[in-house]
């Protein structure tokens, strides 16, 4: 069955930086793009970036632009969200998403990103 498990969250400073993880099982990694979403409470799910399956093609919400970096390891099947200028309205929790071909999509259960002094 598919699986997303992500890790890497916590309490950082505001300035700081940090990076996610996603652990994905259960389908073809390499040949499925590949996104990271946040949401913040009381708010709604929003996209934070996106990565084609080759990762040769990015594209990311215009709140993180120039501070956030996605990325893929094919290999070890893994994404990641290289977070930094951290700042208090990053405060999520923040979730990879994976749609397979048909149209059905699977989230992982999500990591806490703080963003506090």
């Known amino acids: 069955q598919v699986q997303l498990v992500e890790s890497g969250g916590g309490l950082v400073q505001p300035g700081g930086s940090l990076r996610l993880s996603c652990a994905a099982s259960?389908?073809?990694?390499?040949?499925?793009?590949m996104s990271w979403y946040r949401q913040a409470p009381g708010n709604e799910r929003e996209l934070v970036a996106l990565?084609?399956?080759?990762?040769?093609?990015?594209d990311y919400g215009d709140s993180v632009k120039g501070r956030f970096t996605i990325a893929r390891d094919n290999g070890k099947n893994t994404l990641y969200l290289q977070m930094s200028s951290l700042k208090p309205e990053d405060t999520a929790v923040y979730y990879c998403?994976?749609?397979?071909?048909?149209?059905?999509?699977?989230w992982g259960k999500g990591t806490l990103v703080t963003v506090s002094s």
């Open positions: 998403k994976v749609v397979l071909p048909g149209g059905m999509a699977y």
């Open positions: 259960g389908f073809t990694f390499s040949r499925s793009p």
């Open positions: 990565i084609t399956k080759s990762g040769g093609s990015t």
